[in-house]
């Protein structure tokens, strides 16, 4: 069997993978649109890595300006079989410390519907389950990941994804709290959804940069205070992703997940009704699937 793809889509501070080899970067089109910035390619200890900024180098793109499926189209097209998100996050509980590990297994959406969230429309429907949104196997290598390299990490808990661009008010950040979310961030949400439809295996290395506005012993969350930690956090998500690659590729073959056959019987479209452009755009998701009448 052959080694794994692996993806890396680099939250804010982490622009760059270090230690990358044979680097290829490779500027894509796709029928979404064009993606957040040229993908980066290489070899990482022996392992094909796909990277790419959420926000575009230098941080250029709002979180809702991100374009989500076109990244994540991308990733599919240039074979990434497993994304690694790396997202800077906001901690809602006390003993998640600015400066700690966070592997959520749930995400919570309070998007406002201005973010696609599906590849499917334009003449084809599908319905992909999303009850358990990360991949565990790759989830459950993040956190060793996260430990072995002395990292403070909590692993499990949900993921608040709300609009941005701005912080919550004190108001919001005590109710999301009451709903007992672990963490707050701007991005995971529509990128997990995404990812899912795409077969790919998702999971988020969440760096707590703060305690959002609700801790009244510390002060309320701030861009300054934010980028601090998020340079002390990225060295720290560098060395996590070396030693998640590592891991990745000397693990068993018996360890396996659904994620690589979401779509089987999701596709409620009859092949022969898919519009014709719809099919071809949406070629390297469900080819197969079309092809070969494993949907029926």
Known sequence: MSQPVIGVIGGSGLYEIDGLSEIEEISLDTPF????????????????????????????ILPSEVNYRANI??????????????????????EIVPGHIVI?????????????????????VGHVQFADPVCPVLSRHLASAAGSVGATVHSGGTYLCIEGPNFSTRAESNIYRSWGVDIIGMTNIPEARLAREAEICYGTVALATDYDCWHEGHEDVSVEAVIAIIQQNVSTARQ???QAVQQITSAEKTQTCGCGESLKYAIMTSPEVIPE??????QPLIGHYLNTGENA
Do not use: C, N
Not at 76 to 92: N, R, W
Not at 104 to 119: I, L, Y
């Open 73 to 94: 189209y991308g990733m599919k097209t240039l074979g990434a079989q497993q994304i690694i998100s790396v997202s800077a996050v906001g901690s809602m509980k006390e």
């Open 240 to 242: 996590i992703i070396r």
């Open 277 to 282: 452009q719809t099919g071809k755009d949406l």
């Open 33 to 60: 649109g064009a993606p957040s910035d040229a993908f980066v390619t290489g070899v990482l200890d022996g392992a094909k890595m796909v990277f790419l900024p959420r926000h575009g180098r230098g941080h250029r």
């Open 104 to 124: 959520p297994d749930q995400f919570f959406d309070r998007t406002q519907g201005k973010r696609a969230s599906t590849f499917f429309g334009q003449g084809i």
